[in-house]
C-alpha cells in the first residue's frame, strides 16, 4: 500500500509490527527481458542486491520505506477477527442454504448447520468472488448482469538458498509473445511470494476445489528468475491460484442491496481487497448504523448502478 493517510496508525515509519508482518518496504520497478544479454549489462547500474543483472534492462524506485508498506493478509484477517471477538463478536461458520424474507426484509437463514431458521437483524454478504453468485441465488429481484468468468490469478511461494532484502518488485517482463508483469514480495520468514499469470476459469462453488494450473506457476517462477538467480534455483514452497472478486464494470460494489431493506453487500475489489477491505468495513458499518457513509463518499460503489 502508498500514500497512506498520516492518521492512520499503521503508518510507514512508525514502528513495525511483528504479528502482522507489517513494515515499511521500498518498492522498484523492474524491466527484465529474455532477450538482454551479457555483453550489456554494464548499462543498468541495480541498486538492490539480491536482484541479478543479467537480464536488467532497467529499474528505477518507485517508492521507499517511509510512504509504503506491506502486510500478511492472512496474519492481519486473523488480528482484525481477534480484535472484534475481544469485543464480544462470535464467529459462526456454516453454509447459507437459503433465506426467508417478508417484504424486502430477510428474517431467517436457512444454513447447513442449524435445523431451525437462524433470525437476523443485518445480513452482509461479503463473500469475495462468491458474492455475485450468492446474490444471483438468493435475491433473485436485484437484477445484476449476467455472470461473466472469474479472473483466476496464481502464485509461488519460494524458499531461496541465500537471503533477499525486503524491497518489494514490479517486474515488467519482455518475451516474444508480450509482456508479462508479476510482482515479486519477500517474506520476514525467508521465503518470497510472487504473483500474477491470471487466466478465466468457472469459479467451483467450494473453496477447497480451487486448484492452479502448475504451468502457469512454472512461468512464474521463471519470469521472476530473470529478475534474480536466487528465486529460478529456490525450493518451490507451494503453487496456488485464487479467484479475484470483481464486477461487470470493474468497480468495487458497496451499499444495500436494492430491493432489500436490510441486506447489504461488500465486493469487487480484485487485487486490491487487502489494501480497502478495512476501509470499505468502517464505511458499511457506517451505512448500517447512520443510513451513510462519514469516512468517505462511496457513492460511486452503489449497487444500485446496475438497474
Avoid: M
Amino acid at each position: 500500500s502508498s500514500g497512506i493517510n498520516a492518521e492512520w496508525p499503521l503508518r510507514p515509519g512508525k514502528g513495525e509490527y511483528p504479528d502482522l508482518d507489517y513494515r515499511g518496504v521500498d518498492t522498484y520497478q523492474v524491466n527484465t527481458s529474455q532477450k538482454r544479454g551479457r555483453q550489456d549489462k554494464e548499462c543498468v547500474k541495480v541498486p538492490v542486491k539480491w536482484v541479478t543483472d543479467d537480464y536488467i534492462t532497467g529499474i528505477k524506485l518507485l517508492e521507499t520505506s517511509e510512504n509504503t508498506a506491506k502486510v500478511s493478509p492472512k496474519l492481519l484477517c486473523n488480528k482484525l477477527l481477534a480484535v472484534a471477538q475481544s469485543r464480544g463478536v462470535q464467529l459462526k461458520l456454516s453454509k447459507v442454504l437459503g433465506v426467508n424474507k417478508s417484504d424486502g426484509v430477510i428474517t431467517h437463514l436457512l444454513t447447513s448447520t442449524n435445523q431451525d431458521p437462524v433470525p437476523v437483524d443485518i445480513v452482509v454478504v461479503a463473500a469475495g468472488p462468491w458474492t455475485t453468485k450468492f446474490i444471483h441465488q438468493h435475491f433473485s429481484e436485484y437484477k445484476l448482469p449476467s455472470l461473466r468468468p472469474q479472473t483466476r490469478a496464481h502464485s509461488v511461494v519460494l524458499r531461496p538458498s541465500t537471503s533477499v532484502g525486503s524491497e518489494c518488485l514490479f517486474q515488467y517482463h519482455s518475451t516474444p509473445s508480450g509482456t508479462v508483469d508479476p510482482e515479486i514480495y519477500p517474506v520476514p520468514d525467508g521465503t518470497v511470494y510472487v504473483c500474477g499469470e491470471i487466466d478465466y476459469v468457472e469459479l467451483p462453488d467450494n473453496p477447497l476445489q480451487i486448484s492452479p494450473d502448475s504451468g502457469r506457476c512454472n512461468e512464474l517462477i521463471a519470469q521472476a528468475g530473470h529478475a534474480s538467480k536466487c528465486l529460478l534455483s529456490a525450493e518451490v514452497v507451494a503453487k496456488q491460484a485464487c479467484y479475484l472478486p470483481g464486477s461487470h464494470d470493474d468497480i468495487p460494489i458497496i451499499g444495500k442491496v436494492p430491493g432489500t431493506h436490510n441486506v447489504y453487500v461488500a465486493t469487487g475489489h480484485t487485487f486490491w481487497g487487502i489494501l480497502n477491505g478495512p476501509a470499505t468495513g468502517k464505511c458499511l458499518a457506517e451505512l448500517i448504523l447512520f443510513g451513510e457513509s462519514r469516512t468517505c463518499d462511496i457513492t460511486s460503489f452503489r449497487p444500485e448502478r446496475f438497474l
